[in-house]
């Protein structure tokens, strides 16, 4: 769901640039400061930002008998970490919105604030929460992906609501016309985004072991080596 | 999947020869006047003058343009409905209202001809030309690179995406729900770990070569042009007179 160019009247696009700006920057430090350390980190980043990219060509099943892609915040946010996808997630917007037009210069802010600040925020703090009450990692990754991807919608209708109030029912009713319009669309690809990381990490704890220990996801081989332990045993039994 | 159109676009335009700096000052000019100038007849000149440039001068073949413009024409169309549609003062549910309908057909000129002059740069302009231009105008070395290698490395992915993709369809991978999430799945971690590979591939070949950290590539020069400058500034200058004029 990114804002088209001109969607937003200049004032709001300023605001939401200069909210957007911190974590950007703070990103982009955290970037240089990775480079300086590690050069050959500079490769893998390249490709973590070239898969966010692509994510946007996989798609999911909709209820609506449509179908839909995921925006790959949540997955982003549990991989690579929420400081490195608000810089990642800024460049993937640029060239979303200048090799595929969607999304604009001005509004480049406001979606990176909804996309890859907020959505991956919401949803590696959703992840954390889980594991901290003891919640199991597939529960942790469904909540991640699924909730990041509901945080960003609800974010950008409150953008869009705040820039287009409706004339009777104000900035309110505008942001409940925009929830329940895009409602449509958002709720079945949030629940579908959460099955698809579950998916995606059990294939990876199988075929890329070696990967999610280097981007420090043990807990994921652990749980997935429990599952297939207890999986024999029950066939065993 | 093939290249995405606009880059198709970006690399055949004769117009790749300005630079990219000029491109980004029409195209911004473009974008600012259309945001802050009254919708009529500013979007209407603003979109005239950026589809004419990139159909005239640009030479963007007009079935790669509507091919670009499918993506956002589906959000600009669904974010006008929902200004249409207002709630009622008295009784219940929505309609519409001239003050409603004003404000959707306003904020849908600014968002076509926004669009319009975003596509200016866009299709004249590859996205290489423009990272070259950021280093050049102080962005951060480590950032470039990062962008410059996720823009190379998109494309060797979105061909294994399309690779992948084609083998599973042809394994009935997509005929149920059930069977299309799992081919997802099984794409997008597919897809992950020939990113990884390919970005150790990289950094195998470039520690060979000597790699210091800096990942600079040979470009066409293109330097400033003062016809180009002088065209953009009589064109913005036109823009905001008609507008100011007639408002």
């Known amino acids: 769901m990114h804002i088209a160019e001109g969607y937003l ?3 709001h696009a300023a605001a939401w640039t200069l909210a957007a700006a911190p974590f950007v920057v703070h990103g982009a430090r955290c970037v240089v400061r990775e480079v300086r ?3 050959e980190s500079r490769l893998l980043l390249g490709a973590a930002g070239a898969f966010t990219f692509v994510l946007s060509a996989i798609k999911l099943p909709s209820v609506t008998g449509s179908s839909s892609h995921p925006t790959g915040t949540g997955l982003g946010a549990v991989l690579f970490r929420p400081p490195v996808m608000a810089m990642l997630g800024t460049i993937v917007l640029l060239f979303q919105a200048l090799l595929l037009a969607h999304g604009g ?6 979606n990176a604030f909804s996309m890859a600040i907020v959505g991956p925020w919401v949803g590696y703090g959703a992840y954390r929460a889980c594991s901290a009450v003891g919640l199991s990692f597939w529960v942790g990754v469904f909540a991640a992906l699924s909730l990041s991807d509901l945080a960003t919608y609800v974010v950008t209708s409150v953008q869009l609501g705040l820039a287009h109030p409706d004339p009777t029912g104000g900035v309110l009713g505008s942001i409940g016309e925009f929830l329940g319009i895009f409602a449509l669309t958002q709720i079945p690809l949030a629940v579908a985004e959460g099955l698809l990381g579950v998916l ?9 072991p ?15 080596d429990e599952n297939t332990v207890t999986a024999t045993a029950q066939e065993r039994d | 999947m093939s290249a ?8 055949a335009s004769p117009w790749r020869r300005y630079s990219p700096g000029d491109k980004v000052l029409l195209s911004l000019g473009l974008v600012i006047s259309a945001l802050v100038l009254p919708p009529w007849p500013a979007s209407g000149l603003v979109t005239a003058i950026a589809l004419g440039l990139i159909l005239g001068p640009g030479r963007v073949p007009p079935h790669l343009l509507l091919r670009a413009a499918r993506g956002p024409a589906a959000f600009i169309v669904l974010g006008t409905v929902s200004i249409a549609i207002t709630w009622r003062t008295s009784g219940f549910g929505p309609t519409v209202t001239s003050e409603s309908l004003t404000a959707a057909a306003s904020t849908l000129s600014h968002a076509v001809a926004g669009t319009s002059a975003v596509l200016l740069l866009a299709a004249t302009t590859p996205m290489t030309d423009l990272l070259s231009w950021a280093r050049r105008r102080g962005v951060p070395e480590a950032v470039v690179d990062v962008a410059g290698l ?4 998109l494309f060797v992915l979105l061909e294994s ?9 042809a394994r009935l991978g997509y005929t149920s729900r059930r069977a299309t999430l799992r081919s997802a799945s099984g794409l997008a971690a597919a897809t992950l770990t020939r990113a990884f590979d390919r970005a150790r591939r990289l950094e195998t070949g470039l520690a060979g070569r000597g790699f210091e950290g800096v990942m600079r590539t040979v470009g066409e020069q293109q330097s400033s042009s003062r016809s180009f400058e002088l065209w953009t500034f009589a064109s913005l200058a036109l823009v905001v007179a008609v507008s100011l004029g007639v408002a």
């Open chain 2, 4 to 11: 995405p159109a606009l880059d198709t676009a970006a690399w």
């Open chain 1, 105 to 110: 210069l001005t509004t480049l802010g406001a």
């Open chain 1, 37 to 39: 350390e590690r050069p």
């Open chain 1, 9 to 11: 009247p200049p004032l």
């Open chain 2, 161 to 169: 995406v399309s690779a992948v993709r084609s083998a599973q369809t």
């Open chain 1, 210 to 224: 070696e990967e999610l220990r280097s981007l420090g996801l043990r807990k994921a081989l652990d749980e997935n």
């Open chain 1, 200 to 208: 995606v990490f059990r294939i990876l704890a199988r075929i890329a």
């Open chain 2, 150 to 153: 996720t823009y190379r490395l």
